[in-house]
């Protein structure tokens, strides 16, 4: 799969369902998944006009659409779009959106051409996983913050993964208590990708490294993501349907997810250096 990228595609999204509907659910406060089975997409109310962030695949628009309306809001009343990164598992229906909704898109700058091109000339995909491009109309940095009606979500630049991708903090008061929500990404890599010896793009080692550290100083109460699997959706929701919002607060999943994909990336350079592997126990 690390030289075949139509493959890995096709594997991916059958067997991770990335193209599959699912029933949409309230995490937090103002805070819904719309997605599809295997891929993160999350709507944020407000009394201002709503938030879409990712996307998913091409064929998710209708999808997220169904999802909003069966949770009773509109999708004409999405004024903003966000996302974490450029690939097409998660921005591949902005377009689809955009035309439908007329809402604004806002992107960290590394990932400003990418989605304006459809993600041509990626550093590993090149045109296999290219799809309708979309206008950008904020083009964000580091640390650049998105405040509407009651929600406030501050964009940090993650890159590795993509050059440009980007985690969300939300910061939310719901029912007296405050939550930290964040949407952590940039830290993981695709087979096929070169993080040390030839990398894949100048600096890529050193935009993991400090990715890896900026995440790893966030503090959230509940974390959510691109791919579901990463932060247990089914088992959540399901719990949550006794526990309420409880189910949803994991600082220590957190804490392991980072760590894990610190050390995946550690042991991936080793082993494009030749280092020796440690001996086993």
Same mark, same amino acid.
């Given at each position: 799969m690390a030289n075949d990228n139509s493959?890995?595609?096709?594997?991916?999204?059958?067997?991770?369902?990335?193209?599959?509907?699912?029933?949409?659910? @309230?995490?937090?406060g103002p805070i819904y998944f719309v997605g599809t089975?295997?891929?993160?997409?999350?709507l944020f109310t407000t009394s201002e006009g709503n938030i879409l962030m990712n996307t998913g695949m091409s064929s998710s628009g209708p999808m997220i659409v169904d999802s909003i309306r069966k949770l009773g809001f509109k999708p004409e009343d999405i004024k903003l779009m966000i996302n974490g990164h450029a690939h097409i598992d998660h921005a591949g229906? =902005?377009? =689809?959106?955009?035309?439908?909704t007329g809402a604004q898109l806002a992107v960290m700058k590394d990932d400003v051409a990418a989605m304006e091109s459809g993600d041509?000339?990626?550093?590993?995909?090149?045109?296999? =996983?290219?799809?309708?491009?979309?206008?950008?109309?904020?083009?964000? @940095?580091?640390?650049?913050?998105?405040?509407?009606?009651?929600v406030l979500l501050t964009a940090y630049h993650t890159p590795g993964h993509t050059r440009g991708a980007t985690t969300w903090i939300a910061n939310l008061v719901v029912d007296g208590k405050a939550y930290v929500v964040a949407f952590p990404d940039g830290a993981g890599f695709n087979p096929g990708y070169r993080v040390a010896?030839?990398?894949?793009?100048?600096?890529?080692?050193?935009?993991?490294?400090?990715?890896?550290?900026?995440?790893?100083?966030?503090?959230?109460?509940i974390w959510l993501a691109q791919h579901n699997e990463y932060y247990d959706l089914e088992g959540k929701?399901?719990?949550?349907?006794?526990?309420?919002?409880?189910?949803?607060i994991d600082p220590e999943g957190y804490r392991r997810f980072i760590a894990d994909k610190k050390r995946a990336f550690e042991d991936?350079?080793?082993?494009?250096?030749?280092?020796?592997?440690?001996?086993?126990?």
């Open positions: 493959l890995f595609l096709a594997l991916a999204k059958k067997a991770l369902k990335w193209e599959e509907p699912v029933e949409p659910v @309230r995490i937090v089975k295997g891929l993160g997409v999350f229906a =902005f377009a =689809f959106m955009k035309k439908l041509k000339d990626d550093f590993k995909y090149a045109n296999d =996983f290219a799809y309708e491009g979309v206008k950008v109309d904020r083009v964000l @940095r580091d640390g650049d913050q998105i405040r509407m009606g009651d010896k030839d990398p894949s793009y100048p600096g890529i080692e050193d935009d993991y490294r400090n990715t890896h550290h900026a995440l790893e100083m966030i503090k959230p109460d929701r399901k719990r949550a349907e006794t526990e309420g919002v409880n189910a949803w991936e350079v080793d082993e494009e250096l030749g280092a020796p592997k440690a001996a086993s126990k």
